[in-house]
């Protein structure tokens, strides 16, 4: 089965990955890494605003908004019959 990973920031409305990597340069990472978006863990796409920014995601049963820009930071893996 082939994945493909994409910046969390174009994963479609509606479509689940797992978190690959995130961007350990950036002052955000470390806070993203607190609120539990950690290598490894699963991750929705819920429902994203109407100017397509910010996007609301489910990660580890609870939902969290975060803009683009923060989004940009994460790589997930997803596969095509997910996206």
Known sequence: M???T????????GSTATIR?????SPTSQRLLDMGFVPGTPIRAVKRAPMGDPTTF?????QVG??????????????????
């Open 66 to 83: 975060l803009r683009r820009s923060e989004s940009a930071l994460i790589d997930v893996e997803i596969k095509p019959d997910d996206k």
């Open 6 to 13: 994409v910046n969390l920031s174009e994963l479609p409305e």
């Open 58 to 62: 489910e990660i580890r049963g609870y």
């Open 2 to 4: 082939v994945r493909t």
């Open 21 to 25: 990597d995130i961007d350990a340069l």
